[in-house]
């Protein structure tokens, strides 16, 4: 992938002498300073970053928040296992996760923090490799990593790294994304296939070997959603299919439905599991591994639940865009079965797809 491109630019930190993480370098004296200023800074390039303060100060005025905008403000921590994984590494996926979690809120997303737990013997290579993965993560989905954090645990208590990111960003005037809003017979859109994030983590960590390369589907999907929002349409709420997966993201979503709303007896959602695209092969690597497709992670894909009569229009839009070429219409919203998710099946016959009852994959975002 593009961000492994310029791994073999050499990493600044005198590698001959400091080949792999130190406790030291978390421990507030010269070498955390050392790993700090000759590392994460340049990986970051921010000169908010660079004033090497306490936190970082941002100019939100003028063009930026117009009358009537808020703030969204959002943060989320990747443990995934392996590091490298097709198609990523943990540094895309903390910033991809959260610039997504701002755009499901509507928000055009601004200014990322990144905290970094690096284990006691984490090889320095490795960590300028995730470091340059998220610049150039942050670079693609026009967002500034602002400020951070560094800490380093003992050998045998951190897993080699783990990365919280808190993101801001900008809800326009007008706008509002919540489950909230889903009103019957809206129709439930989804930006493409499903399942390959998942899937991509475990043939790492099983081993298995497929005729292609199964990818993980990360991507910033903020500049999707905004040529959606600028189409005037009525997008009512927008959830991302991370851990889960698509079944639960809407089981979520239909939960909010079925209770409390004045005058009603609560909403459902019907789905067509003939709309909804698996590549043949995800689906054959789940059943290798006994798997749902349904029900695995994504790190790239979204449902809009949109006023039926847009949602043809944003259907065009979606569709327009390189993150939405195999968008679909795959439910709707209805007046039955509150707060359940019902499912119509390639067969003709109807299922409810519940939540799952624990965890299908540990350690995947």
């Not at 600044?12 to 010269?30: D, E, Q, S, T």
């Not at 003992?154 to 889903?182: C, Q, W, Y």
């Not at 439930?188 to 790492?204: F, K, Y």
């Not at 569709?319 to 795959?330: F, N, S, V, Y």
Request: aromatic share 4%; glycine share 12%.
């Amino acid at each position: 992938m593009d961000e492994t491109a310029d791994f073999s630019l050499s990493c600044p930190v005198p590698i001959a002498r400091y080949p792999k993480v130190l406790l030291a370098h978390g421990g507030g004296g010269r070498l955390m300073r050392q790993l700090i200023e000759k590392m994460v800074v340049p990986a970051f390039g921010s000169e908010a970053l660079g004033e090497l303060h306490d936190g970082a100060e941002l100019e939100l005025s003028g063009a930026v928040l117009e009358p009537g905008a808020r703030l969204a403000f959002t943060t989320d921590s990747f443990v995934v296992s392996p590091l490298f994984f097709p198609g990523g590494d943990i540094g895309v996926l903390a910033v991809n996760g959260t610039v997504n979690d701002l755009a499901m809120c509507g928000a055009r997303p601004l200014y990322l923090s990144a905290a970094l737990i690096l284990e006691e013997g984490l090889p320095m290579e490795t960590l300028w490799r995730v470091l340059r993965s998220m610049k150039q993560a942050a670079d693609k989905a026009g967002v500034v990593v602002v400020t951070g954090d560094t800490k380093v645990v003992e050998h045998g208590k951190g897993d080699g790294l783990f990365i919280t990111t808190a993101g801001i960003g900008v809800i326009g005037p007008g706008r509002a994304m919540s489950p909230s809003r889903v009103r019957a017979g809206d129709l439930i859109l989804l930006n493409g296939d499903v399942g390959r994030h998942g899937v991509a983590i475990m043939s790492v960590r099983e081993g298995l070997q497929f005729e292609s390369v199964i990818e993980s589907d990360t991507a910033p999907l903020a500049d999707l959603v905004t040529a959606m929002l600028d189409s005037r349409a009525e997008v009512h709420c927008l959830r991302d299919l991370t851990r889960g997966g698509l079944v639960s993201a809407l089981n979520e979503i239909a939960g909010s439905l079925g209770r409390g709303r004045p005058g009603s007896q609560g909403l459902g959602i019907v789905i067509d599991e003939g709309e909804i695209p698996v590549r043949e092969d995800v689906e054959g690597a789940c059943e290798l591994l006994g798997l749902d497709p349904l029900y695995v992670a994504n790190e790239g894909r979204f449902v809009a639940f949109v006023a039926p009569q847009d949602a043809r229009r944003v259907l065009d839009v979606m569709r327009a865009h390189p993150l939405g070429r195999e968008a679909r219409i795959i439910g709707q919203v209805v007046e039955s079965h509150a707060g359940q998710v019902v499912m119509k099946t390639r067969v003709g016959t109807n299922r409810v797809v519940d939540m799952l009852s624990g965890e299908q994959l540990p350690r995947i975002c």
